[in-house]
């Protein structure tokens, strides 16, 4: 996109603003973050942190390839944060599994997935027997399941604390409560940000803001192209933990972590930018989990909290330049962001050093949003 780009301004400094940020200033680029809270501590540290590339794909085509290679990506930042800053993600590779109650709701499982067989990739169907030797927890009346042993799962608030540290390292500079108004445009260009300090010159502008990307005037073509999708998140606390890796069932999902913990999720609400958990909300999680799993009856309650998911309604995400020079859109990443973040910073990287990406990017690109999507 520049070619020559020396300084980028990059609003938000979530998962998706900090990596790319990294991976700027690794490429030689004076990189400034700019969060209105503090980096990381929005959606970013709120998720669940699953690497459901293969789980959670819809079909074959360019968006899986991009989620294949960012679930491959990320064992090798978590190897890189190691190696660099000494902080462990909590990367673990112990797969997941989806569990079916009826036989249509499996046939309907085995038949969407069925595309990753004949391709040969890694995913098994289990039938009752299968499910409870793979995970012994799980409760009775489960006939049949599909296991996908690559998928994998993080520490999101450990990932982006830990991106965060190597980035400033790296030279990046965070600047912390900082609120980007609009963007800021001279001759055609992308100039910088108007924030409520002033102007913050750039040559390049990356907006990051996740949920609230919308709200910076000039960012999207459509603002409301990106809207918050809230979460609702349980922690449960057991020992020893009686999940071995990822389940989803009942409409909800479970995540163990290495020290017992169990993040049980999600709901998915367009309730505006409102903050906070509700009685209907957490009920609607517990009674997934423990349904799924009847031990998780006993286990303690140790949070839960919700923030929100940068949504668009074709549920792709919008990353790419914009029709405006120097301006780039990395935003809108859903319930994958987490899994989509190395290959994003990646994409980002690529377009403002080099002025373009190999990655096939058409289905995200942000020009889309300049008109009402199509679901
Ligand atoms: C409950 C829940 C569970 C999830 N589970 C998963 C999962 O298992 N796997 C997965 O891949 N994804 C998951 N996600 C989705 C994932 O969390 C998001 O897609 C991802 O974190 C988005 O990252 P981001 O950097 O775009 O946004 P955020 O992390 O929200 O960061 C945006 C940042 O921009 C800042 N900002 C906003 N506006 C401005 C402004 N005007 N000026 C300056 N700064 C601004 C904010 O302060 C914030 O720090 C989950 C999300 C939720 C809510």
């Given at each position: 996109?520049?070619?020559r780009t020396t300084r980028v301004v990059i609003v938000g400094g979530g998962i998706i603003g900090s990596l790319t ?355």
């Amino acid at each position: 996109m520049t070619g020559r780009t020396t300084r980028v301004v990059i609003v938000g400094g979530g998962i998706i603003g900090s990596l790319t940020a990294l991976r700027l200033a690794d490429a030689g680029v004076d990189v400034l973050v700019l969060d209105r809270g503090a980096p990381g501590a929005e959606a970013s540290s709120a998720a669940a942190g699953i690497l459901a590339a293969q789980s959670e794909a819809t079909g074959p085509g360019a968006l899986f390839d991009l989620a294949f290679d960012s679930r491959a990506l990320h064992a090798e930042l978590a190897d890189e944060l190691r190696g660099r800053i000494g902080v462990d993600a909590g990367f673990e590779r112990r797969g997941v599994l989806e569990a079916a109650r009826t036989e249509a709701e499996a046939d309907a499982l085995i038949a969407k997935n069925a595309w990753q067989r004949e391709r040969a990739l890694p995913v098994e169907v289990l039938d009752a027997r299968g499910l409870r030797q793979r995970e012994p927890g799980l409760a009775a009346g489960f006939v049949r399941g599909l296991w996908f042993p690559d998928d994998a799962a993080v520490d999101p608030a450990r990932l982006v604390t830990g991106i965060v540290q190597a980035a400033a390292r790296a030279g990046v500079q965070f600047r912390s409560g900082v609120t980007a108004r609009r963007v800021t445009v001279r001759g055609g260009r992308a100039r910088g940000v108007e924030t409520d300090e002033g102007l913050l010159e750039g040559d390049a502008v990356v907006i990051a803001a996740g949920a609230w990307s919308g709200l910076v005037d000039g960012a999207l073509g459509d603002p409301a192209s990106v809207r918050p999708a809230r979460g609702q998140i349980v922690e449960l606390t057991t020992c020893p933990s009686p999940l071995r890796g990822v389940v989803f069932a009942h409409g909800g999902y479970l995540v163990p972590r290495a020290d017992g913990r169990v993040i049980a999720g999600s709901t998915l609400e367009f309730v505006g930018y409102r903050r906070g958990v509700t009685a209907d909300g957490i009920a609607k999680v517990l009674s997934a989990a423990t349904r799924t799993v009847p031990s998780l009856g006993e286990a303690a309650i140790a949070r839960t909290w919700s923030n929100f998911r940068p949504y668009t309604d074709d549920r792709v995400a919008l990353v790419g330049p914009r029709d405006i020079e120097g301006l780039v859109i990395a935003t809108g990443h859903h319930r994958s962001g987490i899994l989509l973040a190395p290959v994003t910073a990646e994409i980002v990287r690529d377009l403002v050093v080099r002025g373009h990406t190999r990655r096939a990017i058409g289905a995200l690109s942000p020009l889309r949003a300049t008109a009402p999507l199509t679901p």
